[in-house]
């Protein structure tokens, strides 16, 4: 579909999905182009899915604090890791949102701005440089397409591995004390690769337990896993009272890059067009850099030297990270996985908080492979095991 030069525009932005990415697009837009008329196409009838998307310090840059602070539910100080034979502190904010958050600060700001729309309930069933045909078949037209609609609309895989998870928000008997996260608990029998518990405290009553997995494998027993959480709780020390939610997760680890972005249009962002962390499986780090980077430039000028910067900066972060699977996923197993995860956290705060940022320096890449080698003596960099008083 190639709209002739004189086709009416719908919109200037014309965000396709309304998911993680072209939501943060279309905060950053109203914040730093007011005037820019911007339509958001969404299949469900909400924003967002199912998700707790948490980040860390550094994955949101501190330019795009003024729009997205808003979004941010939950902040921590830093949060704990748990191995067999040690414990580890790593310092610097640690923030959660719900869907529902993201839903919500969305709808907001469209409310208060005639130029900005949203449309749920809105299918796309194709999208071009210049606009969307949806399944009612009506055709918008946009003078910036940008395409996010997640992980099952192209996204292409890079062999590897996967993060998996289930996870469930608990509403607890008897209230607890935690005053940060448990990012990973590696105290629990290890299978299928290596394997661990994450919490978030919401509250004294309200947690997020996930049994997560770094595995070879994508399979996932939904039930079987839901079970084993509930019966492992108390081990943890929490007495679960009710589940409120239950969240699934299959995120790609690729062992080979699938950062490929287009230099034209429609713009591939989010997920599909492997703006995500191969690391991690996380992806808000990444599409809050694009958005910063569609708000700050003009629509006409999306494609310059700041979008060849950025695009360059992220594929090489990618290509590192997914170096870095191709070792895990491919020479790395059970026991051995685990240690390995253990080694990386040897790693100073700084370090961490780049790694997962994406903002990886050649030297910071240089000690991530160096802590890795089983040669690197254990007791190299001790770290604080707990929080400071
Ligand atoms: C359970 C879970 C937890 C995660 N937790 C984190 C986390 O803590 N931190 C982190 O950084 N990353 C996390 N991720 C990874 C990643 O951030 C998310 O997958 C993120 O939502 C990807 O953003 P996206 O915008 O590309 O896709 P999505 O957020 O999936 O958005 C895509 C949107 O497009 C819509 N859509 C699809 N097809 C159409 C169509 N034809 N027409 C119109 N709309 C359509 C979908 O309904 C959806 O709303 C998590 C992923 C999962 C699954």
């Known amino acids: 579909m190639k709209a002739p030069s004189n086709t009416r525009m719908d919109a200037d932005y014309l965000l396709v999905g309304g998911g993680l990415q ?23 009838d909400a924003l967002g899915g199912n998700h707790i998307w948490s980040f860390q310090t550094l994955d949101l840059p501190a330019s795009a ?57 809105a299918a796309v069933t194709s999208c071009d440089a210049r606009g969307v045909t ?22 292409r895989r890079g062999g590897g591995g996967y993060q998996k998870f289930v996870g469930l928000e608990c509403r607890l008997r008897q209230p607890v004390s935690m005053s940060a996260p448990i990012l990973m608990d590696t105290r629990c029998d290890q299978r299928d690769g290596f394997r661990f518990h994450y919490v ?4 004294e009553d309200r947690v997020l337990i996930e049994d997560t997995y770094f595995s070879n494998d994508p399979a996932l027993d939904v039930a079987t896993l839901r079970d084993g959480i509930v019966a492992e ?23 080979f890059s699938t950062f490929s972005p287009r230099h034209r249009e429609p713009l591939q962002g989010g997920y599909a067009g492997g703006w995500f962390n191969p690391g991690t499986g996380y992806s808000l780090a990444a599409a809050a850099r694009l958005a910063e980077h569609l708000s700050s430039v003009p629509i006409d000028a999306v494609y310059g030297p700041a979008w060849r910067r950025l695009v360059r900066h992220i594929r090489v972060q990618s290509h590192f990270l997914a170096f870095l699977n191709l070792l895990m996923f491919g020479f790395f197993h059970d026991a051995q996985r685990a240690k390995l995860m253990e080694r990386f956290y040897l790693l100073p705060d700084d370090v961490v908080h780049r790694f997962f940022a994406m903002e990886t320096t050649l030297v910071d890449m240089w000690r991530i492979m160096w802590v890795g080698a089983p040669w690197t003596p254990k007791g190299w960099g001790k770290r604080a095991a707990c929080p400071p008083d």
Do not use: C, K
């Open 65 to 121: 604090m003024g729009w997205a602070a808003p979004l941010i539910e939950y902040r921590w100080p830093g949060y704990q890791l748990h191995f067999r034979e040690s414990s580890r502190w790593v310092e610097g904010t640690y923030s959660s949102m719900s869907s529902e958050q993201l839903d919500r600060v969305v709808r907001q700001v469209a409310a208060t701005r005639a130029n900005i729309r949203i449309e749920t309930g």
């Open 134 to 155: 949806l399944s009612d078949g009506r055709v918008l037209h946009g003078r910036l397409v940008v395409d996010a609609r997640g992980p099952d609309n192209g996204a």
């Open 22 to 44: 072209n939501a943060l697009i279309l905060l950053a837009l109203a914040e730093r182009q007011p005037e820019a008329s911007i339509l958001l196409l969404e299949r469900e």
């Open 233 to 255: 709780a108390a081990g943890l020390g929490f007495e679960i009272e009710s589940v409120l939610r239950t969240e699934v997760g299959v995120l790609p680890m690729p062992s």
């Open 200 to 203: 978030l405290p919401f509250a």
